[in-house]
């Protein structure tokens, strides 16, 4: 059994729900300080849910700085009786090792920092600067985690050239598929008022489910862009509707309509909110409307760090790698505002979240190596003029 591996087994076995890291960071430190790296730990948070954030980072001769970026807290395992094995204890099986955040994502972290170690042992004194982002509070609220390093970083004026984020993002077979973006999340909670009244008599109330539905309807039909090279148009989905008293003989006297918008980088935040307010505007509702912005859009056009990887992808796997915005939110949202190229990287993603999560015990080994042909692609970078 390789290193990889074991790191893999060590890190599924801590049981750290969010938002408890349940010592899996120490863990880590222990490996990185005697590489040279400086670990720091940041806690945030009340003392119900703390959450706590490893940054660790070694310098190197040149002040160009690659970060990897992960989270070992995982999300809940569901019904016990339904794994096959127990969720917190490292199990193979037919060539898969199972374990909650076998997938998403302690393969990942434990593949990376077996990179650094491999990449340090051949190249022990680099240009190459290199830093570890780990947080516990990924999976949960995600306000407690990355985002506050990223403010402590930048508060520091800290140099961020490249971050590679460990995130699930191989679909089919290891190495098909980066992410090179994600789009932004927009949420709307809209209550449209109404008059409560009896159903026999319309003309003495209003409803408000019949009003809304046709702003609803044009919302819907919107098109707010037509998305372009990198990123699919943007979408209005309607998520949840709650409205009336639960009997049949009274019309409601409000209705809760919860909608999101996953836009592309061709909309802004507010443009869409702008937007909206002028259809509910045109449609003469009363209404409050209350917004969250999930995430902001990021996109690292091909270059330097999207080269770099998918390059070691190539020699790694023999095959080109695509290049997609799709999927969720991701801590990337956070770091791209203090790191100009930003992509996500990692094993394949199906049995996330799920019952029986797993990875391939074969795709273990070329995870870590094409972290590490990464690390040797971007050392020559770091190394070169300007």
Not at 113 to 131: G, I
Request: aromatic share 6%.
């Amino acid at each position: 059994m390789n290193n990889t591996v074991r790191l893999v087994e060590q890190l599924i076995s801590r049981r750290s729900l969010t938002p408890d890291d349940a010592g899996c960071q120490a863990l880590l430190a222990q490996r990185l300080s005697p590489l040279g790296f400086g670990c720091e730990t940041i806690e945030s948070g009340p003392g119900d849910f703390r959450v706590t954030n490893l940054w660790a980072k070694r310098a190197g001769s040149s002040a160009r700085t690659v970060v990897f970026a992960g989270h070992t807290d995982v999300v809940p395992t569901g019904p016990l009786e339904q794994w096959s094995s127990n969720p917190f204890v490292p199990t193979h099986r037919d060539g898969r090792l199972y374990g909650r955040g076998a997938a998403d994502m302690k393969t990942s972290i434990a593949a990376f920092t077996v990179a650094v170690e491999e990449f340090l042992a051949a190249t022990p004194a680099p240009a190459l600067s290199m830093a570890l982002l780990i947080t516990s509070d990924e999976e949960g609220p995600s306000v407690d985690g990355t985002v506050v390093v990223c403010e402590r970083l930048k508060a520091r004026a800290e140099r961020l050239d490249w971050c590679i984020v460990g995130e699930p993002t191989s679909v089919e077979r290891l190495g098909d598929m980066i992410k090179n973006g994600r789009r932004g999340s927009l949420t709307g909670k809209l209550a449209v008022k109404g008059v409560q009244g009896h159903i026999a008599y319309p003309q003495l109330a209003r409803n408000p489910i019949h009003q809304a539905m046709p702003a609803l309807a044009e919302l819907a039909a919107t098109e707010w862009d037509r998305g372009n090279d990198f990123f699919p148009p943007t979408s209005f989905q309607v998520s949840n509707i709650h409205g009336g008293t639960g009997v049949g003989n009274v019309i409601p006297g409000e209705v809760v309509i919860d909608f999101n918008l996953r836009y592309s980088s061709d909309c802004t935040a507010q443009g869409l909110q702008e937007r909206v307010a002028q259809v509910l505007a045109r449609h003469g509702l009363e209404h409050t409307l209350a917004w969250t912005v999930g995430g902001l859009p990021f996109l690292t056009t091909p270059g330097e760090l999207v080269g770099a990887i998918q390059q070691a992808i190539q020699a790694e796997c023999g095959f080109v790698t695509a290049l997609s915005t799709t999927g969720g939110t991701s801590d990337g949202r956070f770091i791209s505002q203090i790191c100009p190229q930003v992509i996500e990287f990692g094993p394949v993603n199906a049995s996330i979240h799920k019952i029986d999560e797993h990875v391939a015990v074969a795709d273990i080994e070329p995870l870590k190596n094409i972290y590490r042909r990464t690390l040797e692609q971007l050392e020559q970078l770091a190394r070169s003029p300007g």
